[in-house]
């Protein structure tokens, strides 16, 4: 067995540790930049789908809207950083009406809902066969499942209505289920989100987009000729501007994010059925 | 028995291979970065076509009964992308064309046509 055994000199392992030093010094460094540019590009993604979530909810919520209710326009206030609307969640056809009640025609032909209808949530809107406006009713108690006077398959909406409020109501009017819903910005301390608020509930705001600066979303409300509109009742149009921000800085050393950044996006959103 | 370990030199190389190894990882972040920042501005580029769509059915529908063709246009917007638009007459409706062009040398403008019925 071989006793020559030489171990390297104090230079040797002096070099070796300076050129280890260096590399690692170099592996850290890149590893910084790679890691402050991959939670960079992940707070923009996250803030770039933040923005087209805001426009995408407001896009679906107003673009429906219309202004053909007895009930005044489908818009029911406007401000610079709120707007409430009527948003329905069912649509179906009536087949028998009688005071108090309201019977729809239950068949997947006729009846479309989000959900299931929700007394003291939901208002229902039925069109007149006699002229050409929509009546609303309070709808009082949970729907029930019945039969039209055909015999098929239909649901049962008991409605705060005499026959003077049903009146033009008939078999065959075409029938709306809605809820008022408000999109706007709120605090959720420390930030600032976009939310949407049951108006006829006492559910919290749900947030939906966010972090948002606080010039977040600035509304502009439009005629049809393109000046201002003054009241929900004229808006034909709404302009947008959301500015969101990236998430805060959180984290310590590496971790650490950089001070929140702004990106903004503007759309333009015509109603419907605009006044 | 012989029991002979790395030497020196062959652990340095070891960790210099290593260390070019991560840094090449980091690397690929770049055109990672450069796809993120397209999608943003077609983003943008899509809410811009679709903002003029939406101008001008509610110009068009301000003209009712009349079914006169918005008026066309150029637009440049605060992120750089250039917009323009035309619409003409075109049996019982107008029809729109509307372009957006990215702040990007080279990229050749998105074009959106459709059709608007008359009010």
Partial sequence: MSLSRRG????????????????????????????????????????EQSLRLASGAFRATLESLGHDSAAGADLLSQAVSAVSSRVARA??????????????????????AVRDPVAGR???????????????????AAPGVTSCPDGSAAIRLPVLADSLALAGIVPGSPLLIFETVELRL???????WLGQHLLATTQAIQPFAGPMSPAGLDLGYFRQDGSAAVGPAEVAGVQIRFVALT???????????????????ETFI????PP | MVTRGFTLLEVLLALLVVSLGVTGLLATLGPLTALAADGRARGRVAAVLESRLDRMRLELQGAAPACRPPTSGTQRHGDGVVEWWSAGSRAGAIEVVIAAQLPVRGHPPDTLRSLLPCP
């Fill in chain 1, 186 to 192: 709120y605090s959720a301390a420390p930030d600032l």
């Fill in chain 1, 122 to 140: 939901d208002s229902v809107l039925a069109a007149r066969a006699d002229r050409p406006v929509w009546s609303r009713f309070t709808l009082q």
């Fill in chain 1, 8 to 47: 390297a000199s104090l230079l040797e392992l002096l070099v070796a540790l300076t050129i280890t030093a260096l590399l690692a010094e170099l592996t850290a460094r890149s590893l910084a930049a790679g890691t402050l540019q991959l939670r960079d590009r992940t707070e923009r993604m996250a803030q």
């Fill in chain 1, 91 to 112: 649509a179906g056809v009536v087949c028998f009406a009688a005071p108090g009640l309201l019977v729809v025609r239950a068949d997947t032909l006729f009846w479309r």
């Fill in chain 1, 247 to 265: 998430e805060r800085a959180g984290g310590i050393g590496l971790s650490r994010g950089k001070a929140p950044r702004f990106d903004s996006l």
């Fill in chain 1, 270 to 273: 015509t109603l419907g059925n």
